[in-house]
């Protein structure tokens, strides 16, 4: 029996995500679930389940892979039962894209849960149908309703791939039971440079056993093998189930190609082609936007920095501090031009920074600002230099402009932390204070907390890694996998930030109320 939208909405978010398993059996009742009676052999199958991105109050991006040639189908309705049907859309899955196929949803209404059925159909046999999987995501809203949402990065690092007897990648499960209403995957979706091998030993004697396959047994080079990185990982049960129910925001950082690369440097023994791009970066870029549920910048083919706008409370900021930085390390006594966004990256940035009407804007960075790194922004204690440049120049820029409620997340570091920026602890200090969180990882070896260094005067108000004793990379069995949580609520525009655990443990949690010049409309300006 269908169920109206306004009883729906009653639903718990457990309710409604629980009783939306039903949907694949109830998806039968017609349209494209429609019963085909010949061996499933026969007909297309969907490999690796079903994802969904980029969902803004109106569209969204669905993706779906198959195992031959096939057009993909995709229904969404608001109720379960697919009793009726909102929109439609369809899109070819070929072998010069691995079977993979994506398709944009569009003219959807505004803060609604939506729920999606895939099938493909066979391209070059009898046309017959697959199987119908169901999936879910909610469109921002169009009015001032709380939102939440979680962050993390860093998937099947060094060498720590499926354990099903250990549970597998439960961080993704834990996270699908905090129900958000989006994802931001801050990078480093595969190791490619990192091969999973069928056993490791851990610190108490125990063994560690891998699902392997050939393609995630050895360092990517070919497309092949980057293609099989990302499939690997969709052999995991819990995060084919979580990307089933939350719509991704996804960017990248070093590991989707290799660590630590730059545009140019990074190669291997096939090189450049003629215009001077990396061949290992080209296959490695392909791969990542043919598995992610990423919407396509018009004019842009694989640009992956892009903002998201998730209602009148939130913009988000996805930035990209790979594609276009300097080819060097980030070293004080290297004297060349240095950037970690590129100025085009970086006009783009301020620009819509400025724009924004939002009340929080949220700056999804693969890399964080303090902590130092040769690879990342931070040289140590002192003035700006070098990469610092452009992050002293964005945030003077952001004071100058006065754009408020700005908040950093990113992973990329293996342990979770929470830095206060501010200028009065700092040396560059011509910046309003922020936040900056940090999570991860998601199913990967843990490292312990970083140095910070006071260029923009960030303080460790909170953090958590593995310690001295643990050693470093430690597997992800011991519990130390993190990810963060968001919730704005929608009367008072209060953001409260929570560091989680594997285990759904708070470690961690701030209220940062939105400044008085940029506070939610009707509610009263908060003086201090």
Same mark, same amino acid.
């Given at each position: ?19 939306? %398993? ?80 994506? %398709? ?5 209404? /505004? ?5 999606? #059925? ?19 995501? #909610?469109? /921002? ?49 595969? $190791?490619?440079?990192? +091969? ?96 992610? +549920? ?10 992956? $920095? ?31 031009? /240095?950037?970690?966004?590129?100025? %085009? ?56 402009? #006065?754009? #408020? ?5 990113? /992973? ?10 501010? +200028? ?99 509610? +009263?300006?908060?003086?201090?």
């Amino acid at each position: 029996m269908a169920i109206a939208i306004g009883a729906k909405r009653a639903l718990t978010r457990r309710q409604l995500l629980v009783r939306s %398993a039903s949907a694949v059996a109830l998806a039968g009742l017609g349209g494209l679930a429609k019963p085909y009676l010949s061996r499933a052999a026969d007909r297309p199958q969907i490999s690796g389940g079903i994802q969904s991105g980029d969902v803004s109050a109106g569209s969204a991006v669905v993706w779906a892979r198959t195992d031959r040639p096939a057009r993909m189908q995709v229904e969404c309705s608001t109720v379960e039962s697919f009793n009726t049907i909102l929109c439609a859309a369809s899109s070819e899955a070929l072998p010069d894209h691995d079977f993979t196929s994506k %398709a944009l949803l569009e003219n959807l209404p /505004a803060g609604q849960d939506i729920f999606y #059925r895939v099938r493909f159909t066979d391209l070059v046999g009898s046309g017959i149908a697959g199987e119908t999987r169901v999936g879910h995501f #909610r469109t /921002a809203p169009s009015v001032h309703d709380s939102i939440s949402f979680v962050w993390s990065g860093d998937t099947a690092g060094q060498g720590w791939g499926i354990d099903p007897s250990r549970g597998g990648m439960r961080t993704y499960k834990t996270m699908l039971e905090n129900r958000p209403d989006f994802f931001i995957h801050s990078g480093d979706h595969i $190791y490619a440079d990192c +091969p999973v091998p069928s056993e490791l030993k851990l610190p108490n004697g125990q063994i560690w056993r891998n699902v392997v396959t050939p393609e995630k047994s050895e360092v990517a080079h070919s497309l092949t093998q980057f293609r099989g990185n990302y499939k690997y990982n969709l052999l995991d049960k819990h995060l084919r189930a979580f990307h089933a129910q939350v719509a991704m925001f996804a960017q990248w950082d070093d590991h989707e190609v290799t660590n630590d690369w730059s545009p140019i440097g990074s190669v291997d023994a096939t090189g450049y082609d003629e215009d001077g791009t990396s061949r290992l970066v080209a296959r490695a870029r392909r791969a990542f936007f043919e598995f992610m +549920p990423v919407r396509p910048v018009a004019g842009q083919a694989g640009r992956v $920095y892009r903002k998201i706008g998730y209602g009148p409370l939130l913009d988000v900021f996805l930035i990209d501090m790979r594609s276009y930085r300097d080819s060097t390390w980030n070293k004080r006594d290297d004297h060349s031009d /240095a950037y970690i966004l590129g100025p %085009a990256q970086l006009a783009w940035l301020k620009r819509e920074l400025a724009a924004s009407n939002a009340i929080w804007k949220v700056i999804a960075a693969d890399l964080p600002i303090g902590l130092i790194s040769e690879d990342a922004i931070a040289l140590g204690d002192g003035p700006p230099e070098r990469r610092e440049h452009e992050i002293a120049d964005l945030l003077s820029f952001i004071k100058r402009a #006065r754009v #408020r409620n700005t908040v950093w997340l990113t /992973a990329d570091m293996h342990y979770t932390a929470a830095h206060y920026y501010d +200028p009065n602890r700092a040396v560059f200090s011509d910046f309003e204070p922020f936040w900056e969180f940090v999570s991860g990882p998601l199913h990967a070896g843990t490292w312990g907390p970083g140095q910070l260094d006071n260029t923009f005067g960030p303080s460790a108000m909170f953090q958590k890694g593995c310690s001295a004793e643990q050693g470093e990379n430690l597997a992800p069995c011991f519990g130390l996998q993190f990810f963060g949580r968001v919730e704005i609520d929608g009367r008072s525009g209060v953001m409260t930030v929570t560091l989680k655990d594997v285990d759904n443990r708070d470690l961690w949690s701030v209220g940062i109320e939105p400044r008085p010049d940029a506070r939610v409309p009707g509610i +009263p300006p908060q003086h201090s």
